[in-house]
């Protein structure tokens, strides 16, 4: 097998970075959407809620967008593999993303207890689907999939759903619930706050001990050519760094348990691109069929100008998302909800005093998603 040349390396790299950066900022998106009928005791926690990934939850889902295209520009072959097999579970993604997304807009349209029930129903089902279906996805891909020679899939829907695929769905599930959790305990206040960071601490020991299993599985299920020790060395700090984060909430430290929270998903998944290097696509129907990354390139030249398209603008879009995250930083409390008839008078009602209810200090800023609260 011919190794990959340095622009077929880096944009693997690259493509790795763009589902790690996804997976930490949307892990903690499906978390919240699956907390919202959880953690809310009536109206005004929901809009709290909805309103702390209110201004983010959309952005997040460029991550996704960006690091599909350039997986279609940089490995059309792994692109078309995937969806020769993984089209059916690919679009219950896809669906999952879509209706909670509709559910955050849809949300504030009409005051019925109804139609609202039925979109928090829509917001925790989409979370939930999603949550789980991109660990069993990303574990059918490391573990490999029948595929012919012609590097086609060959695999059902089902044949997806084996246990190991099935525990790395539980892995991401339960880790971007804790991730969730952690995060609405560092936006929110009050006892919302107290109900969070009990989900967290319970969810966050459920996490470490599905980790500390899928680890050991994934190291047992490579073979001679698969097996790598820096892959290893990092999927365990990605266990200790998770084991970590039930120390720091019980010392009520939530920011300090997110960082760690957001660690271990990125020390997960790289290990999971380092285990799967240098190939795109195992196959478990003959290793003579595995879909390598020179196979699924695209030509040196492509690679070339999306190297140069890259160093433009990825820091462009980088210093936004960070702006973007900054602005909306301040904690949101009952009393930024209550009683207020429209979503622009909760900015104004913001700007007009600090988050501690003084005047003149710099006003938490939050748009509501779409929706009147």
């Known amino acids: 097998m011919r190794e990959p040349n340095f622009l077929q390396t880096l944009w693997f790299g690259l493509i790795g970075v763009l589902w790690i950066g996804y997976f930490v900022l949307e892990g903690f998106d499906f978390g919240v959407g699956m907390l919202l009928r959880a953690l809310s005791r009536d109206e005004t926690d929901k809009r709290m809620i909805i309103h702390t990934i209110g201004p983010v939850w959309d952005g997040n889902e460029v991550w996704l967008l960006t690091a599909g295209g350039a997986t279609f520009a940089a490995f059309p072959g792994w692109y078309a593999s995937l969806f020769s097999g993984f089209y059916i579970a690919l679009f219950l993604i896809l669906a999952a993303l879509i209706i909670r997304g509709v559910s955050f807009e849809f ?63 539980l892995v991401t599930l339960s880790l971007f619930l804790t991730h969730g959790a952690i995060f609405l305990a560092l936006r929110t206040s009050g006892e919302l706050v ?10 966050s020991i459920v996490t470490v001990v599905l980790m500390g299993g899928f680890v050991l599985w994934t190291a047992l299920d490579q073979d001679s050519g698969g097996g790598k020790l820096s892959a290893q060395a990092i999927a365990v700090l990605a266990v200790a760094l998770a084991a970590a984060v039930p120390a720091m909430l019980s010392r009520k ?3 300090w348990a997110f960082a760690l929270s957001a660690g271990a998903i990125a020390l997960l998944f790289t290990s999971l691109f380092v285990w799967l290097y240098p190939l795109a696509l195992p196959s478990t129907s003959s290793h003579a069929f595995d879909l390598s990354l020179v196979a699924a390139s695209s030509t040196h030249y492509t690679q070339t100008v999306m190297t140069v398209v890259a160093i433009i603008f990825v820091p462009i879009v980088l210093a936004y998302q960070a702006w973007t995250y900054w602005v909306f930083r301040h904690r949101l409390g009952r009393d930024d909800f209550e009683g207020t008839p429209t979503p ?28 009147s609260p």
């Not at 107290?194 to 969810?203: C, S, T, Y």
């Not at 007009?352 to 509501?368: A, I, N, V």
């Open 107 to 169: 949300w504030g349209k009409e005051d019925s207890p109804l139609w609202r029930a039925c979109w928090e129903w829509a917001a925790v089902i989409g979370s939930f689907l999603a949550a789980l279906l991109w660990g069993v996805g990303w574990a059918d891909i490391v573990h490999g999939v029948p595929m012919n020679a012609a590097h086609n899939v060959t695999a059902s829907l089902w044949d997806l759903l084996h246990p190991y695929a099935l525990l790395g769905g």
């Open 253 to 255: 430290r939530e920011g």
């Open 194 to 203: 107290e109900r969070a960071r009990a989900v967290a601490q319970r969810a």
């Open 344 to 371: 622009l008078a909760v900015i104004e009602q913001m700007g007009s005093k600090g988050h501690d209810g003084k005047d003149g200090e710099q006003p938490p800023l939050s748009r509501p998603a779409g929706s």
